[in-house]
């Protein structure tokens, strides 16, 4: 406080003065009198306490004078002012109105690129709907082929490997007699039917999947025939459907389960430069109708709950959720009733979002090559390849700086008729 306070009719009195005090001295400056003088001169209500704060205080300014002395010290704290005052945000509110007015125009600029981008991207969906028609007679008879309903010609089957010659060179030199025992053997071998296990040997190759599937799961997806995808029809929003086709089982009664991800293509009003094409924002999954005792989707437990008046316990069975592959078909909903999703909620459907476009984007084009792990093994190395030249360039980068060191939704798509929609 400074100057002086308003008084009574006297006018301004000056602010209280407080008390002087003597420096204080180290002890072997003083002798023992001045000691008592100097303790008797602060007896009248100055706490012994009030000594050693004043001491501390004192000792406080004198390192921290002798610290700002530090030239390291200094060099430090300008070095940590520079990098605050040179931030993007900083930089920008340094610069004249009339620059500023211009950068808006700028922005205003890039929010209508924003929303050509996403034009662009609902003619890309439009040609991936047009290819879907392409390739899906292909896919056909890949179903066909893994059921075993159809058995390929000698020219389906025909595939050179990258060893052929050597394989053939090898094959030469075999013995004629090892050759007619192999063919007898090969004679004996089972034949199954088309390929077993097909998609539920994907499952367990690709670890996204491998982690949702639980032991009383595989059974259910050995039944697995096929997986398709369907996009939306021409005009109607974003979205496509995973058909996961099932053959006749003793777990459900349902020939197809599907899984519908709605999809947009606009920026966010809200933050509009967010926007990096299309993105899955909400999904639906279906009724799956089990046959009795066969729901693997929740476990029966036994609770016991004591009566409160007559002491007597008896034992109730509860059915509590149960961790499974097909809570794959009943996920949360992102748009809910108006109340935000609670943490695992939200982590729950960003890897269900993950996981589907995983299926459209990889596992049902190119589902062969993750059944026999070639796939899997070039998406391994893509990523090596990837870490491996981040690591070449930080090597290069380094060795830089030691050279200068040393110089110096309005419709939803048409649902199968065997799952109904949630």
């Given amino acids: 406080m400074g100057g002086g306070v308003a008084g009574g009719p006297g006018g301004a009195v000056p602010e209280r003065a407080k008390p002087r005090r003597p420096p204080l001295l180290p002890r072997e400056a003083r002798g023992d009198k001045d000691i008592q003088m100097a303790d008797n001169s602060f007896s009248d209500g100055v706490p012994s306490d009030s000594l050693e704060a004043a001491k501390n205080a004192s000792n406080t300014e004198k390192l921290t004078d002798q610290v700002m002395q530090n030239p390291q010290v200094l060099a430090a704290l300008q070095e940590r002012l520079d990098s605050v005052s040179h931030t993007p945000s900083s930089y920008i509110e340094t610069l004249p109105k009339a620059v500023k007015r211009r950068i808006n125009a700028l922005k205003q600029l890039q929010v209508k690129c924003a929303h050509i981008e996403a034009k662009f991207y609902e003619e890309v969906h439009d040609l991936e709907r047009k290819y879907a028609a392409l390739y899906q007679p292909l896919f056909d008879k890949r179903r066909e082929f893994i059921t075993g309903d159809v058995e390929p010609t000698d020219a389906e089957s025909e595939w050179h490997s990258e060893n052929e010659e050597e394989e053939k060179l090898a094959g030469d030199m075999k013995n004629k007699a090892v050759i007619a025992e ?55 929003p974003m979205s496509f459907v995973l058909e996961f086709h099932f053959e006749p089982n003793d777990y459900f009664t349902n020939s197809v389960l599907t899984k519908t991800y709605k999809m947009k293509s606009e920026p966010d009003k809200a933050d509009p430069f967010s926007f990096e094409g299309p993105e899955i924002v909400d999904c639906d999954g279906c009724t799956i109708d089990w046959k009795k005792g066969k729901n693997v989707t929740v476990k029966t437990i036994k609770k016991k709950q004591k009566h409160k008046g007559r002491g007597t316990v008896r034992t109730i069975s509860k059915q509590v959720p149960n961790d499974s592959f097909f809570n794959f078909f009943s996920p949360p909903s992102a748009s809910g009733d108006g109340e935000s999703l609670d943490e695992d909620s939200e982590f729950t459907l960003a890897s269900d979002f993950e996981i589907g476009h995983f299926f459209r984007e990889r596992i049902v084009p190119r589902a ?38 040393e110089i110096n939704p309005k419709k939803e798509p048409s649902q199968p008729s065997e799952c109904k929609q949630q």
């Fill in 368 to 405: 062969v090559l993750y059944f026999t792990g070639e796939a899997i093994e070039d998406d391994d190395n893509f990523e090596e390849g990837e870490e491996g030249e981040e690591e070449e360039l930080e090597g290069d980068e380094e060795a830089e700086d030691d050279d200068d060191a």
């Fill in 182 to 236: 192999k063919e007898a053997a090969a004679a004996e071998e089972p034949n199954p039917k088309g390929i077993p296990e097909f998609w539920f040997t994907i499952f367990r190759n690709v670890d996204m999947l491998s982690e949702l599937v639980q032991e009383y799961d595989e059974p259910i997806l050995k039944h697995l025939q096929d997986i398709k995808v369907k996009f939306s029809d021409p005009g109607q």
